[in-house]
């Protein structure tokens, strides 16, 4: 069994989820957010390397001021000390990749805190994709790289600029909910990730759904531009 390096996950659905359920759709970012641990252990467990969640994009500021602040405060919520905690023993590295300064003050001191704290584990490295967007990133690398006064690059500097220069690039993509598009996440770095997509909702993506996946990329044959070596 070959076991992805990183997997990426655009974990979508929750509204429709708690919709179809006569809910509203805050509950289902609730009952969302309870998949993201579940999921993180069994990737842990399963020796993936780097476990991305796409949680928040730099266009979902768009959405109703209500279901901004509440998904603004769910990281204060649940990276608290116990939760924080529950992922350091488990060796589950807290990472955190996107825009820090627009969201709320506290909201960047819980996910802060919560890289701080795990920042000494070794096992999977949980990044949360919040107020990610790869435009916003390149951007922000380009305005970096114009600060420093740079006279040329190579895809080396550039991808040390990413907020992702400390992670691979993805092998598995999983997209839930139903649509196969890629909204803005992580366009560098998937240029030769496997993708895969399914229906279920992300309240309802347990671990037999991540190993379901995991059986799928199996069926791959990845070339990276080359020629099957068998
Ligand atoms: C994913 O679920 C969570 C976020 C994007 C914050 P959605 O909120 O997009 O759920 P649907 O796609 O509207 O059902
Ligand atoms: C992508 O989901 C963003 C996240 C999962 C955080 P969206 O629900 O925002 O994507 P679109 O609008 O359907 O493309
Ligand atoms: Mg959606």
Same mark, same amino acid.
């Given at each position: ?5 990183? #997997?990426? #996950? ?12 006569? @809910? ?10 309870? &998949? ?11 020796? /993936?390397?780097? @476990?991305? #969640? ?8 768009? &959405?109703?001021?209500?279901? /901004? ?14 939760? /924080? ?9 807290l990472n955190h990749i996107g825009r820090k300064t627009k969201m709320p003050t506290k909201t960047w001191a819980a996910i802060s805190a919560a890289i701080n704290e795990t920042k000494d584990n070794s096992g999977l490295v +949980?990044?949360?994709? !919040? ?25 080396? #500097? @550039?991808?040390? *600029?990413? *907020? ?5 690039? /993805?092998?598995?993509?999983? &997209? ?10 992580? +366009?560098?770095?998937? &240029? *030769?990730?496997?993708? *895969?997509?399914?229906?279920? !909702? ?21 070339? !990276? ?6």
């Amino acid at each position: 069994m070959k076991i992805p390096q990183h #997997i990426a #996950i655009i974990l979508d659905g929750n509204g429709r989820w708690a919709t179809n359920q006569g @809910l509203k759709r805050t509950a289902g970012h609730e009952e969302g957010a309870k &998949r993201i641990k579940e999921v993180a252990l069994k990737a842990n467990a399963l020796g /993936v390397k780097y @476990l991305t #969640i796409y949680c928040f994009s730099t266009e979902n500021w768009k &959405r109703s001021k209500s279901e /901004v602040n509440y998904l603004m405060k769910m990281p204060e919520r649940l990276l608290n000390n116990k939760q /924080v905690n529950n992922f350091k023993n488990e060796n589950i590295i807290l990472n955190h990749i996107g825009r820090k300064t627009k969201m709320p003050t506290k909201t960047w001191a819980a996910i802060s805190a919560a890289i701080n704290e795990t920042k000494d584990n070794s096992g999977l490295v +949980l990044t949360f994709a !919040f107020d990610y967007g790869a435009i916003e990133e390149l951007i922000a690398a380009i305005n970096q790289m114009l600060t420093a006064q740079l006279s040329t690059i190579d895809e080396k #500097i @550039l991808f040390n *600029y990413l *907020y992702t220069q400390n992670l691979p690039d /993805v092998d598995l993509m999983i &997209r839930c909910g139903g649509e196969q598009r890629l909204s803005n996440f992580l +366009l560098l770095q998937n &240029r *030769y990730a496997e993708l *895969y997509f399914t229906k279920k !909702f992300w309240p309802e993506f347990d671990e037999n759904a991540l190993w379901a996946a995991i059986l799928d990329y199996n069926n791959r044959s990845r070339r !990276f531009g080359g020629i099957d070596s068998d």
